[in-house]
């Protein structure tokens, strides 16, 4: 990676450190966020542990706006530079995920993603969403499932977009599309990273279910 990067996917890293739902369920109802629910710091949990629409969309719009952020200050810093963008995007999903104020501990990353990619290529976003719905009604009615079939189909889908469609799609300049589709790659692996824990449950769960059966 160019050293010039350097600064920029700190800054990012930074901005996703910015913990939205702890902060919100700790002003709203003086818990922490990480010992309620599923311990995830996100907009989901937020709505699960308080049962309040607009604390989830508040936590939700909060932390997509730390994505769109973090790709304007890319354009301001490094300008036109698409890597910047990458970089910065992908740095910010990390941030928000493996939040070293919070010990590591941090939401998945889907919320900052879709801030990212709004503002560089909301293609993108069409893309998970109908792998989501996919893997939410075709193998399990699971949230988690849902997730994990709309990251890893996409990481799989964008290397097979036409490229034209990814030149018309975009926001920003990019030069080459390959680098867009090294961007959503990088994004999905930092989002899957984090759907691993969720899934072993899941996955145990079923066989506690299989035992009892």
């Known amino acids: 990676m160019n050293i010039g990067l350097l ?6 890293y930074v901005i996703g450190m910015i913990p939205t739902a702890y902060l919100v369920l700790k002003f709203s109802h003086g818990k922490d966020i990480r010992q309620e629910g599923t311990g995830n710091v996100g907009a989901m949990n937020t709505y699960d542990v308080t049962g309040s629409r607009w604390l989830g969309i508040i936590t939700f719009v909060i932390d997509a706006l730390k994505g769109v ?3 304007c200050v890319a354009q301001w810093i490094y300008g036109d ?14 941030g928000h995920n493996f939040n070293l104020l919070l010990k590591g501990k941090g939401g998945r990353g889907l919320s900052t993603a879709t801030g990212v990619f709004a503002v560089v290529n909301p293609f993108v976003i069409l893309l998970w969403d109908l792998m989501y719905l996919t893997g939410y009604f075709a193998i399990k009615r699971n949230q988690h499932v849902g997730n994990v079939v709309g990251t890893i189909g996409l990481a799989v889908l964008i290397f097979s977009t ?34 691993i824990g969720p899934m072993r449950e899941l996955v145990a769960a079923a066989s506690r279910e299989e035992d009892q059966d």
């Open 7 to 12: 600064p920029g996917l700190l800054i990012a």
């Open 162 to 195: 036409p490229e034209r469609v990814l030149r018309m799609t975009t926001l920003v300049t990019m030069d080459n599309p390959t680098e867009l589709k090294l961007f959503v790659f990088a994004s999905c692996v930092v989002i899957f990273l984090r759907h």
């Open 81 to 94: 530079w698409f890597l910047a963008k990458a970089v910065m995007g992908t740095a910010v999903i990390g």
């Open 69 to 71: 952020l973090a790709v």
